[in-house]
């Protein structure tokens, strides 16, 4: 059977808010956009059961959407339902098949490849996977799946025709980063999703049916990259060129929330960029600043303000600002790297940018050390693996930086090689680059609004990410040279000069860009 898994609603009475009955509820849910519908009533005894099925199937039979019943088979049959729910530990799958009519769907929770793969070889017609996100409706005894994690667990279904949702925890709020995390290296992502309270504990079950509905929808019309596609070293020198040109003329709102010891300094970077800055921290102004067009920099160097880089990242998810992260010494602590973790599940990246280290870790590879905030040794024997890599991984631009920077949107990789040894001389040049992508992802977002790439950013986030560490490494090139450049004291007030100085055509000329592949 082929259903249309977008909005899969799944029943509970005792989320209903007061003065809303079972069926209004259930009705508007169905008018708002739900498509399949599952029958589950956890305090239920079977008789009720039994009632609350049969006045499902009614209200469902009008709005032609498929009714599935959680566990009972016997309540399925008794109602002529379209398919049942079973968890890991109900009735066998093997048993459900042969008491079943053939053609009556399955559907099987999962949390792991392995148990997918054993549905898949049961012949269940969908899986739903979860616990995702924490969630007051259910308790949860293992560990949450986590937004990041579906796309391994849904390359299991790869070549099989086996449809998936997601289930836990999940909301409008979350509703696109959630599809978008789904995406496997092939290509495939979730069918749709699954939701009990957002819908049924709401007293405006239809509207909010329909914000749900529309992300999906909007998730499935869009393109699902970061990047135009094909790209060659002239036309990227171009691009770069282009893009500073946007930041002069846009002066994008660049919100940063950075680490305490390079504040000031990206600041000023970013006024000599051309755009505006604005230091926020505070949680309860993010999701006003959200709705500035612009770019987000969240660089945890200091790891402070994690509330408001939650809050911060997760409103510029919905309004389709890009997110720049700056994962500053992820590598050095277990502590940072659960934190890295925390944000990258509770929001979608645009980009991630590193030194090697940073991107070691956030690899879990061991091939360059830590050291503080720095990274130790000569590099990856192969970085554009390791960024290709990543950036499939987690589904965003990566930017590694160093001597030779790299990056990829998880297909293309463009190799960089700009800059001078003084930027290794003085505090935070790998911070003032995270603030000059930030300012060119939120100028390239602003201006190239009609390219809408994906449902969580618009424009060239390969060729902002490029542009960014470009201009910063063009212009410490430049000021190196100056006659009153004598070390690194006189370098950075140059560096920021030149910067402001940079002009397009400039950038364009001296950018030594290569697309590697
Ligand atoms: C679509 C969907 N996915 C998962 C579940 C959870 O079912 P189960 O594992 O049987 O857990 P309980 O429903 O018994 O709590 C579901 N019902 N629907
Ligand atoms: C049935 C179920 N299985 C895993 S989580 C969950 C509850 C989902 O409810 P909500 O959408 O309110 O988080």
């Given at each position: 059977m082929d259903f249309d898994y977008s909005l899969y609603l799944v029943t509970n009475r005792d989320c209903l808010p007061d003065g809303i009955t079972y069926e209004e509820s259930l009705e508007q849910a169905l008018k708002g956009g739900v498509t399949i519908v599952q029958v589950r009533e956890k305090s239920a005894d079977t008789g009720e059961f039994l009632e609350i099925a049969r006045a499902t199937k009614r209200i469902c039979d009008k709005y032609n959407v498929p009714l599935i019943?959680?566990?009972?088979?016997?309540?399925?049959?008794?109602?002529?339902?379209?398919?049942?729910?079973?968890?890991?530990?109900?009735?066998?799958?093997?048993?459900?098949?042969?008491?079943?009519?053939?053609?009556?769907?399955?559907?099987?929770?999962?949390?792991?490849?392995?148990?997918?793969?054993?549905?898949?070889?049961?012949?269940?017609?969908?899986?739903?996977?979860?616990?995702?996100?924490?969630?007051?409706?259910?308790?949860?005894?293992?560990?949450?799946?986590?937004?990041?994690?579906?796309?391994?667990?849904?390359?299991?279904?790869?070549?099989?025709?086996?449809?998936?949702?997601?289930?836990?925890?999940?909301?409008?709020?979350?509703?696109?980063?959630?599809?978008?995390?789904?995406?496997?290296?092939?290509?495939?992502?979730?069918?749709?999703?699954?939701?009990?309270?957002?819908?049924?504990?709401?007293?405006?079950?239809?509207?909010?049916?329909?914000?749900?509905?529309?992300?999906?929808?909007?998730?499935?019309?869009s393109r699902t990259r970061f990047s135009l596609g094909d790209y060659t070293t002239e036309s990227l020198k171009g691009s770069v060129g282009k893009a500073l040109k946007y930041v002069r003329q846009l002066s994008p709102l660049v919100h940063q929330i950075t680490n305490t010891v390079v504040t000031t300094q990206s600041a000023n970077a970013t006024i000599a960029l051309g755009a505006s800055p604005i230091m926020a921290t505070s949680p309860e102004e993010m999701e006003d600043l959200a709705k500035i067009p612009g770019g987000l920099l969240i660089n945890f160097g200091t790891l402070t303000s994690l509330e408001g880089m939650i809050a911060a990242g997760q409103y510029a998810n919905q309004n389709k600002k890009p997110i720049i992260f700056d994962p500053v010494g992820v590598g050095a602590t277990s502590f940072r790297k659960l934190k890295a973790a925390e944000l990258l599940n509770a929001w979608q990246a645009t980009v991630i940018k590193g030194n090697p280290a940073e991107i070691g870790a956030l690899s879990n590879s061991s091939e360059v050390q830590s050291k503080g905030v720095d990274s130790a040794g000569s590099g990856f024997a192969d970085p554009a693996s390791v960024v290709r890599a990543l950036a499939l991984r987690e589904r965003c631009v990566v930017g590694m930086t160093g001597e030779v920077d790299w990056v990829s949107d998880g297909k293309h990789v463009a190799r960089l090689a700009n800059g001078h040894s003084l930027l290794g001389h003085i505090t935070g040049s790998g911070c003032m680059v995270g603030t000059s992508v930030a300012t060119f992802c939120g100028a390239l977002s602003v201006a190239e609004k009609k390219v809408s790439l994906n449902p969580l950013a618009d424009g060239d986030m390969f060729v902002a990410t490029i542009a960014g560490i470009s201009a910063v490494a063009v212009a410490s090139e430049i000021a190196a040279l100056r006659p009153d450049v004598q070390g690194p004291g006189t370098f950075l007030p140059a560096l920021i000069d030149e910067l402001s100085k940079l002009t397009p055509e400039v950038l364009s000329e001296k950018v030594n860009v290569e697309i590697v592949s």
């Open positions: 019943i959680d566990d009972r088979i016997d309540i399925a049959l008794a109602v002529g339902a379209d398919g049942v729910h079973l968890g890991q530990t109900d009735m066998p799958l093997e048993v459900a098949r042969k008491l079943l009519p053939a053609n009556v769907i399955i559907g099987i929770s999962c949390r792991t490849s392995e148990e997918v793969k054993r549905a898949v070889a049961g012949g269940a017609d969908y899986i739903g996977i979860g616990t995702i996100y924490a969630t007051s409706t259910k308790v949860v005894k293992t560990p949450l799946v986590g937004p990041r994690n579906i796309g391994e667990i849904l390359a299991a279904l790869d070549d099989t025709s086996v449809k998936s949702v997601a289930i836990g925890g999940i909301k409008s709020t979350n509703a696109v980063r959630t599809l978008f995390g789904s995406i496997t290296a092939s290509g495939k992502s979730l069918d749709g999703l699954a939701v009990i309270s957002d819908i049924v504990a709401s007293r405006e079950p239809l509207i909010a049916a329909k914000r749900l509905k529309d992300s999906v929808s909007h998730f499935k019309a």
